[in-house]
């Protein structure tokens, strides 16, 4: 079943919550596209997903006229339109590619899918342990000018897990302690984190945020291998 935008927004608009999202999964037929795109994602859905960061800032930050404010959103729900004419049930989870990789492209820190991630590429260090460098802009502010306290947390969080993980063997946070030593000024970060012990399948680990050199954020943190259910 197919409608012009302005019916499709105006029957989205009509319902919310649950109701809208049964209605949706109703008259939208959903269909595998996954080996449409090369596995590393940067043919189709990477440009989309830089595109829709970009547009997220503007939104943030423009001081255009009430005309071209209510152009973009025409445009913006046509977009929205196009691209929901065919939709995976639920979230996107954690596919493989072909040669094994997982591809966690809805993640909320390294989605590649996912424009609301800074997205953080966490590469390791010669001594073990991990780091990444992010630049984050207006859609990540806490405090005026500086970085929201959850967003460093979730950072944190991201590449302290990295310290964990194995083959085949992903690690779940167990705890994190987060403390902040100074404010956060939006921009480029380094973020980087170290193993302290395993225990069994438990890896705890510790790391900071820094700016200039200087440490703004620190972590420690215990990651847990779950057991495989059989």
């Given at each position: ?5 302005a019916e499709w927004n ?81 979230s996107f989870g954690v ?136």
């Amino acid at each position: 079943m197919d409608f012009a935008p302005a019916e499709w927004n105006r029957r989205l608009r009509s319902r919310a919550g649950r109701h809208h999202r049964e209605w949706v999964s109703e008259q939208i037929p959903v269909t595998d596209h996954s080996g449409t795109e090369n596995d590393d994602g940067t043919t189709v859905h990477g440009p989309l997903t830089q595109s829709v960061r970009a547009l997220i800032d503007a939104t943030i930050r423009t001081e255009a006229g009430a005309d071209k404010v209510a152009r973009a959103r025409d445009l913006v729900e046509e977009a929205t339109w196009l691209l929901s004419g065919s939709l995976v049930p639920g979230s996107f989870g954690v596919r493989q590619a072909q040669d094994g990789r997982r591809l966690p492209w809805g993640n909320a820190a390294i989605g590649l899918r996912n424009p609301i991630a800074p997205p953080l590429t966490v590469r390791p260090g010669p001594d073990g342990s991990v780091w990444c460098v992010a630049d984050l802009g207006a859609a990540y502010e806490g405090p005026p000018g500086c970085v929201h306290g959850g967003i460093a947390a979730l950072v944190l969080d991201q590449v302290l897990s990295a310290t964990a993980h194995r083959p085949g063997e992903p690690a779940v946070t167990g705890t994190l302690t987060v403390r902040y030593l100074l404010p956060l000024p939006l921009g480029r970060i380094r973020a980087e984190a170290q193993v302290q012990r395993h225990e069994e399948a438990k890896t705890f680990a510790t790391g900071r945020i820094t700016v200039g050199g200087e440490a703004a954020v620190i972590a420690d943190g215990v990651f847990i291998r779950p057991r495989p259910r059989f």
